[in-house]
């Protein structure tokens, strides 16, 4: 006997305490049952489907878990970079400053550096740059919409 | 003695019997709506609108109603899909989602009380060929029904739950977030309730 029809037949003592009118009740909660059984639950009126998914698309994207953890750790690396930053520039502000100016100015020689050397690879192979250029950007952005939306990456072929 | 539910198929299966080898119903489903498949998240909606749909509406007893907010249940899942557990049954936790936000309106009601509300007792569509000789059958299936919308919201639960939908006593304590071993008691006092609304129905409508 589980514990569902120990459970039953207590509640069944408890509810009659003469054997006859007890398995009368019980006859009764069979019977009931038989007809309960056979009762279903309707469908929902015709357009359900579409209605929620309508109101699926119109909702923002749902963050899955991964997101969440993967831009918690990015900001944790980014607080901790700022913090070892202010650390090393002796933590205080006017330190932090200079370090930024450094910073800024080597930016600066790293961009005029790039500039000079792109400036020359386009003198000398400018056609075959694009194309490689365009490959890459395409690559990219098809890889980013599989990413993002798989379902969608099998149309765009 | 054993009583014919305690026999009834179940639809999903139980959280406490389950494995991390089992199958759950709707994983696949649930992993790549999680990806973004749009097309895998309809597939969910069609394979439980129906008793996302009959819990609402005999919960609420509005068809207006019961589709609004199975239509917002659907769409609660889906936006908080990134939380859901997958070790879990889909199923039980979009239900359990269609519960909570019945019994919100149905608090919200009860604070409103407005004059105008009458007991409203929806058609629950009959799934059966339109048939002659089931004339007597659907009527006795329709007084069923109109005794079961007398009860309270808690008995109306856990009848269509065990009885309609088919879930075993584990799984509507999930869905309930109550004990196992309650849910035996409460099926037996919302049957006796509902024995005692159809032998006597002129004291049925409280």
Not at chain 1, 96 to 117: C, D, I, N
Not at chain 2, 166 to 182: F, H, Q, S, Y
Request: neutral net charge; charged residues 25%; aromatic residues 4%.
């Amino acid at each position: 006997m589980s514990d569902d029809e120990r459970e039953l037949a207590r509640l069944l003592l408890e509810a009659a305490a003469d054997p006859g009118e007890r398995e009368a009740l019980a006859e009764a909660h069979r019977q009931l049952e038989k007809d309960l059984l056979r009762l279903a639950d309707p469908l929902p009126p015709p357009g359900f489907v579409a209605a929620v998914m309508e109101k699926v698309s119109a909702a923002p994207r749902p963050v899955s878990a991964v997101e969440v953890r993967s831009a918690v750790a990015i900001v944790a690396v980014a607080l901790a970079a700022s913090a070892v930053a202010f650390v090393r520039a002796g933590a205080s502000a006017e330190g932090l400053a200079l370090q930024l100016a450094r910073a800024l100015v080597s930016a600066r020689e790293v961009l005029v550096g790039g500039g000079s050397g792109l400036a020359a690879v386009w003198r000398t192979g400018g056609l075959p740059l694009s194309v490689v250029l365009a490959v890459v950007t395409m690559v990219t952005l098809v890889g980013l919409r599989r990413l993002v939306a798989p379902e969608n990456a099998k149309v765009v072929t | 003695m054993r009583t014919l539910a305690l026999e009834a198929p179940s639809l999903s299966m139980s959280l406490l019997g389950m494995t991390a080898e089992t199958a759950l119903p709707y994983a696949d489903e649930v992993r790549r709506a999680r990806q973004g498949d749009s097309s895998a998240f309809a597939a969910l909606v069609r394979g439980l609108q129906r008793p996302v749909y009959g819990l609402c509406l005999r919960l609420l007893r509005s068809d207006a109603e019961a589709t609004e907010l199975a239509q917002e249940t659907f769409l609660r899942a889906y936006q908080h899909l990134g939380r859901f557990d997958e070790t879990r049954p889909f199923d039980l936790w979009v239900l359990t989602i269609a519960r909570n936000l019945c019994l919100d309106l149905l608090r919200r009601r009860q604070k409103v009380q407005t004059e105008d509300v009458e007991p409203h007792t929806p058609t629950l569509a009959s799934h059966e060929p339109n048939s002659e000789e089931l004339a007597m059958e659907r009527q006795q299936r329709r007084s069923l029904e109109e005794a079961m919308a007398t009860l309270s919201d808690d008995d109306r639960e856990v009848l269509a739950l065990y009885y309609v939908q088919k879930r075993t006593t584990k799984e509507i304590a999930v869905i309930m977030g109550v004990a196992p071993g309650t849910i035996m008691a409460r099926l037996f006092r919302a049957r006796e309730k509902l024995r005692t609304r159809m032998t006597q129905p002129e004291q049925g409508v409280a």
